[in-house]
């Protein structure tokens, strides 16, 4: 991947949220992340300004800033008190005439619901696990086991534990139900495909890139209920699962499969309309690689499989970041323009 000629000096406002609910420790980690990804876009030379959203109003939080001298680096998951507003955030910033990295506020619209995700991938002929909707605790005419049950709205694993996973059709009924007085939503069953897992990013627009794929090992544990990535696995340090749980990176793969998982990660990035950089991740049953979920706008967190991937490669956190900018940037080519020849402009509010 060309990293040679990044544009380095182009300004972005770092736009992240923190919601005043949140216990302090989460509103502490967030800080400290938004903190370290600043250091890292200064280090290679980009004007940055954290702007931190704590409210609802977005535009409020944006104003006196201009569009036309800074883009977004829009890591801002959610507007505060608003669940699952990923995609009302980049509808505002559309409104607001803003460049910003990462997806579309139609393709998080698309991403947030794992139903019209899997219809998509569906149609396009690309893997995935065997699945069906319920919208009532009625689970007649499932018959493939084990299966998993998630919340269909939700991302990050939220929602999914080793119960998750259901052997039979009482466990199936059990957690359907679960699901649907717990998250108010559907419950979206799967065939749960027992192999192995990878989480594959891919970087660009056009032309993609795919970054080595990291490979989640769960040879420690022997229950299939153990087999998979839950929550818990991803955020508490504490948990069994979390200090159990391996990453291979790069994950050892053969020659036909490195092909094979490579066409069906950029199969499945371009499906969902994904842009500048998502995570895929996979399972690899009986030489096909099923898709389980897309992630646009996914989490690069310097422990992260994105940016541990994109450090594989010879790219530091601070040019992962950049190059996320100026794929961005070359969205709206008058960024490029006004900023050669080089003048020297700050970040108005």
Request: proline share 6%; glycine share 6%; with cysteine.
């Amino acid at each position: 991947m060309e990293i040679s000629n990044l544009h380095t000096d182009l300004p972005a406002l770092l736009l992240y949220n923190i919601d005043l609910s949140w216990p302090p420790q989460d509103a502490q980690d967030c800080l400290a992340a938004a903190h370290m990804l600043k250091g890292a876009l200064t280090e290679v030379g980009h004007p940055i300004q954290e702007v931190c959203v704590h409210s609802a109003d977005l535009q409020e939080a944006l104003d006196g800033f201009s569009p036309d001298e800074c883009l977004i680096f829009n890591w801002c998951e959610e507007l505060p008190g608003i669940p699952r507003s990923a995609s009302l955030v980049a509808q505002t910033l559309d409104q607001m005439g803003f460049t910003y990295t990462g997806a579309s506020a139609e393709a998080l619209t698309l991403s947030q619901d794992k139903r019209q995700v899997k219809a998509r991938l569906r149609a396009q002929g690309i893997p995935t696990p065997r699945w069906q909707i319920f919208n009532t605790a009625r689970s007649d005419g499932w018959d493939c086991f084990p299966a998993i049950v998630k919340p269909a709205f939700e991302h990050c694993s939220f929602g999914v534990t080793r119960d998750a996973v259901v052997q039979s059709p009482t466990e199936l009924a059990d957690r359907v139900l679960y699901v649907l007085d717990t998250f108010d939503q559907p419950a979206l069953i799967e065939e749960f495909i027992d192999g192995r897992e990878f989480h594959v990013a891919v970087l660009g627009n056009g032309k993609l890139h795919m970054l080595p794929p990291a490979e989640m090992d769960f040879s420690a544990f022997d229950n299939v209920k153990d087999r998979l990535c839950t929550f818990d696995s991803k955020f508490d340090p504490q948990s069994t699962s979390y200090n159990l749980i391996e990453l291979h990176l790069p994950a050892f793969l053969t020659q036909d499969e490195q092909c094979l998982i490579e066409k069906t990660a950029l199969s499945a990035y371009r499906a969902v309309d994904c842009r500048d950089y998502a995570r895929m991740d996979l399972r690899l049953r009986d030489g096909v690689f099923y898709v389980l979920d897309v992630n646009p706008n996914a989490d690069i967190s310097p422990d992260t499989s994105l940016a541990l991937a994109a450090g594989v490669i010879g790219l530091s956190y601070g040019q992962l970041g950049s190059l996320l900018i100026n794929l961005a940037a070359q969205r709206n080519r008058p960024f490029l323009d006004w900023y050669h020849p080089k003048e020297e402009r700050g970040l108005h509010k």
